[in-house]
């Protein structure tokens, strides 16, 4: 089981700057893969970005080049550090957790809002 503590977000205006963290309970050899998926309004949710154990990277495209995640395995901590922000990036952003087991568990979410 995998608990997940997210923090970050919030308002910002266009160009501004955000970072989110994660942080997940559980020894670090039994996630696979951490990340983020956003849900704008009226939109379904969709992949921002992923990192596995091992270091390697998904990104959305809209983001990519913005957007940039890392990972801490030691603290079982993933962040989200969010450039040059747009208003299209408003959404409420989940933390996502895959297990080595493919167990997959999400955070409550937290909202992010770009306007001027």
């Known amino acids: 089981q995998v608990q997940l503590v997210e923090s970050g977000g919030g308002s910002v205006q266009p160009g501004g700057s955000l970072r989110l963290s994660c942080a997940g309970s559980?020894?670090?050899?039994?996630?696979?893969?951490m990340g983020w998926y956003r849900r704008a309004p009226g939109k379904t949710r969709e992949l921002v970005a992923l990192i596995y154990t091992y270091g390697t990277t998904t990104y959305a495209g809209p983001v990519k080049g913005r957007f940039t995640i890392s990972r801490d395995n030691g603290k079982n901590t993933v962040y989200l550090q969010m450039n040059s922000l747009k208003p299209e990036d408003t959404a409420v952003y989940s933390c996502?957790?895959?297990?080595?087991?493919?167990?997959?568990?999400w955070g409550q979410g937290t909202q992010v809002t770009v306007s001027s």
């Open positions: 559980g020894s670090s050899s039994s996630i696979r893969a």
């Open positions: 996502y957790v895959l297990s080595s087991s493919r167990a997959e568990y």
